[in-house]
């Protein structure tokens, strides 16, 4: 059910094109006022999730439910409350950037004008320049100037830092930031880039094939990660290899390699200790490995099993 | 690796894209002529009813400007005459496809990665150059073999098929320059439609003053389409004037690759100004943005159709008095061909029909405006502010309603004017000639609702109704001419438009198809608000 602490709330979502199984069950809650984290490999199926979310497709099964109103019945009063920057930006040929961005603005139902032109001043934008002529970044720009100059409560960000150089990137990262923290706003980012994830995200949602995969906050997922061990040992640590949780070891010599769930650490440092250890470099989890291990199709099963174990 | 490196693979890529389309169009262009030689065998199956039909065709000035010169009553020479129009469509096809390969693909930024891969300056220029002539090639030869096959002389069918080629080439090459002028694909095909528009006007005032023995008839020479004709199939063919094409063709694709070397990726010979730093105030609805995205087109196309208007009004009366002393014979046979009526009248009343199907291209057109935004990805933008979706789809909907009634009515009034101008009755004749123009309204209309409907229900589809208003048209054109069964003309919307040129008004037949097109267009936004967008 609703509660008036979730911005979004998608249960169960189920979507096909012909063929082709866009969504297979999507969940998906992003709570009011937090910056939720939306990932997955090309072709999960973010970019459709959004579209439902925007009343633009209709889901074969499943809920969605946007800022307390149905998405596909109650659009425009609810995307007055909303901004959104698509994933892949277009611009009308003949209008200029300038033109666009007021005229999105006006759309929405009036834009900050102050809040407009600090925005192109801060990233570097000409607006005077025609649709046509602008780069994949500028047109990025374009569409971001219009949605952060709104005073949208809830913002969709569909990999908004696309063709953004890194300079650009930290721009954005520094205004999603102070928009927030201003506002208290809700934003729903669909990100590939990691860094900007960890930067900016309370919450994350990873989903894979039309499905989620993974969800929680920063921290609870960090939990989820393996830690890298190197170890020269005294003698043989035959119990290693048949030890849930210890993944892709390696022998050679009196030395071993793999990487271990938070959960059997212990397990697994016992045996080390127990085969005697000249020496021992540990390398800390990283959110990388968890998302890397997550959009890697061939080991898809494997992490899939392993997360719940941790659970 | 020379100018032209990967041109072969380029070929590969373009043929692969253009399987359907490409194929279509030519298996087309060749029955066609296929269909002349049954229906006028069937139509006029002896030497004296050819005789006969000659006779009363070859003063019939509307004949002359669709079709070209008639040159003698041979079932070849008859075949060949009727035969004349499809060489704007060939023109027009070869046009499009080139722009479609190169300034398009540009456009969309698809030859920047492929210029990046082992493939040289000019090799997508020259793939789709020698695809489209291929095509052409092809076309010609095909045409060649199945008159033969229909009996009629080899030199005669070869001469004809070649020029299609021909035609085919020269506005392919015409093509090939047109789209290193502009940034925009869209403004490519204007410039190139215009050289078309002005070779059907050129060829129609030279072939009439040939006709007449008085006048510009050198006008036919300069364009592409009076050399097909020049070729004279079956009637003391003059090979000589494929050179001349040729030469054209060799001219104008140096010209092209010299332009395209010229210039940087992604510009033009044109280059693009910079716009304003903000919106107007006004520019602040979807319906405001849709007059922005619509008001050129629809501005060049009225003023064009306002230009043609004022030739056709001003060649009527000349016309009719010239008709007028063309005998009691051809007055009777128009009179059986065009319905009653002024001889003035008989020329006019084809015309409006040709304004209806322009204008009703105009309306599709229009409408693929509103599915390329979606396509695009413009429309999702848009759509994720309160604007809704039907409201959406309705700004555009008024340009496509608009944009041809003004057609029709510049077209009509400037008709209307030159004509009574020249006959002194400039009060009788604006409103007679304007309603006749204003018509084919309903009609166009109907094209709006089809080409409403496919968006709503099958959004991939909407150029499809192109088809539909030339499938239409044909239906009408030839099939009431060659005598075919009612039922085939009556498929033609443009046969139920009343002509009140010399004709009665009926009421009925515009009230039922207006209804029509109310209902399609309602069935179109019904399907498109609950249809998932964007549709790719």
């Not at chain 1, 892709?248 to 080390?272: H, K, N």
């Not at chain 2, 063709?249 to 044109?270: C, I």
């Not at chain 2, 695009?376 to 041809?404: I, Y």
């Not at chain 2, 004017?417 to 018509?439: D, Y």
Request: hydrophobic share 50%; aromatic share 6%.
């Amino acid at each position: 059910m609703m509660t008036e602490t979730d911005a979004i709330t998608m249960a169960g979502l189920v979507k096909s094109f012909g063929p082709t199984q866009a969504l297979n069950g999507l969940d998906l809650v992003v709570r009011v006022g937090e910056v939720h984290g939306f990932l997955g490999p090309n072709g999960a199926g973010k970019s459709t999730t959004i579209r439902i979310l925007l009343g633009l497709m209709r889901p074969d099964a499943g809920t969605a439910r946007l800022l307390g109103g149905d998405p596909w019945t109650q659009t425009g009063e609810l995307h007055r409350r909303l901004a959104y920057v698509p994933g892949d930006v277009t611009l009308w040929p003949n209008l200029s950037g300038g033109e666009a961005i007021d005229l999105l603005g006006r759309l929405r139902g009036g834009l900050n004008r102050r809040r407009r032109d600090e925005l192109i001043e801060r990233f570097d934008l000409d607006p005077r320049r025609k649709g046509r002529t602008y780069s994949k970044g500028n047109r990025q720009k374009v569409a971001l100037v219009a949605a952060l100059a709104s005073d949208a409560e809830l913002l969709i960000l569909d990999e908004p830092t696309s063709g953004l150089d890194p300079l650009m990137e930290e721009v954005f990262r520094q205004t999603v930031q102070e928009v927030q923290r201003a506002g208290g706003r809700t934003v729903l980012l669909s990100s590939h880039i990691l860094s900007e994830v960890e930067a900016l995200c309370d919450r994350v949602t990873i989903i894979r094939d039309g499905r989620t995969v993974e969800s929680g906050t920063m921290a609870q997922l960090r939990h989820l990660t393996r830690t890298s061990i190197d170890a020269e040992l005294a003698g043989p640590a035959d119990g290693l290899a048949g030890l849930p949780g210890v993944h892709g070891l390696r022998g050679e010599g009196g030395r071993v390699r793999f990487s271990v769930d938070a959960a059997a650490l212990d397990a697994a440092l016992r045996q080390l200790t127990a085969a005697g250890v000249r020496s021992l470099v540990s390398r800390p989890p990283t959110l990388e490995e968890l998302f890397l291990r997550h959009y890697d199709r061939a080991s898809a099963s494997a992490g899939g099993r392993h997360a719940e174990a941790a659970r | 690796m020379n100018a032209f490196t990967g041109t072969g693979k380029l070929i590969r890529l373009v043929l692969r894209r253009d399987r359907v389309l490409l194929p279509l169009w030519v298996a087309f262009l060749c029955v066609v002529p296929v269909v002349f030689v049954s229906a006028f065998t069937g139509a006029y199956p002896t030497d004296e009813a050819r005789q006969h039909y000659y006779e009363t065709s070859v003063h019939t000035r509307a004949f002359t400007v669709a079709y070209g010169l008639l040159n003698g009553s041979s079932l070849g020479e008859l075949v060949a005459w009727r035969s004349g129009f499809l060489t704007f469509m060939v023109g027009l096809l070869a046009l499009l496809t080139v722009i479609r390969h190169t300034r398009t693909e540009e456009e969309a930024g698809r030859r920047e990665l492929v210029g990046a891969t082992a493939v040289s300056r000019h090799a997508d220029l020259a793939a789709a150059l020698i695809v489209t002539c291929g095509a052409c090639l092809v076309l010609g030869l095909a045409s060649a073999l199945a008159l033969i096959g229909q009996g009629l002389p080899a030199a005669g069918s070869l001469a004809l098929g070649l020029g299609f080629t021909a035609t085919g080439w020269v506005f392919a090459a015409i093509g090939s320059v047109t789209a290193q002028l502009t940034t925009g694909a869209g403004g490519a095909r204007a410039i190139g439609v215009t050289v078309l528009g002005i070779a059907i006007i050129l060829r129609g005032a030279g072939d009439i003053a040939a006709q007449v023995g008085d006048g510009p008839a050198w006008a036919s020479w300069l364009t592409p389409l009076g050399w097909a004709e020049a070729l004279r199939p079956y009637s003391g063919e003059r090979w000589w004037v494929l050179a001349l094409a040729a030469a054209v063709v060799a001219a104008l694709s140096a010209l092209a690759v010299a332009l395209s070397a010229r210039r940087d990726l992604g510009s033009g010979m044109f280059q693009a100004r910079l716009g304003p730093a903000g919106a107007g105030p006004r520019l602040s609805s979807p319906l405001a943005l849709a007059w922005r995205l619509h008001r050129g087109p629809m501005i060049s196309r009225v003023v064009g159709l306002a230009l043609v208007g004022l030739v056709v009004g001003a060649m009527a009366a000349s016309l009719g008095t010239l008709m007028d002393n063309s005998g009691a014979a051809a007055r009777q046979a128009l009179a059986r061909l065009g319905g009653p009526g002024t001889l003035v009248d008989q020329f006019l009343t084809p015309m409006m029909v040709m304004l209806g199907l322009i204008c009703a291209c105009f309306a599709i057109q229009a409408t693929l405006l509103l599915r390329n935004e979606e396509r695009d990805g413009r429309a999702e933008a848009l759509l994720a502010t309160p604007v809704n979706r039907l409201r959406w789809a309705g700004s555009h909907f008024v340009f496509t309603l608009l944009g041809p009634a003004l057609g029709v009515v510049a077209f009509g009034a400037a008709a209307g004017l030159a004509h009574g101008l020249n006959t002194g009755a400039v009060a009788r004749e604006l409103p007679r000639l304007l309603s006749a123009a204003l018509v084919q309204l309903p009609a166009v209309w109907l094209f709006t609702g089809i080409a409403f409907a496919l968006f709503g229900l099958l959004p991939r589809l909407v150029a499809g109704a192109f088809a539909a208003a030339v499938v239409s048209m044909l239906f009408g054109w030839v099939g009431g001419e060659l005598q075919l069964d009612q039922w085939v003309v009556d498929l033609s919307v443009f046969e139920h438009v009343p002509k009140l040129l010399g004709g009665d008004m009926a009421i009925t037949p515009l009230l039922i198809m207006t209804a029509a097109a109310a209902a399609l267009v309602a069935i179109g936004l019904a399907g498109f608000g609950r249809r998932d967008m964007p549709t790719p």
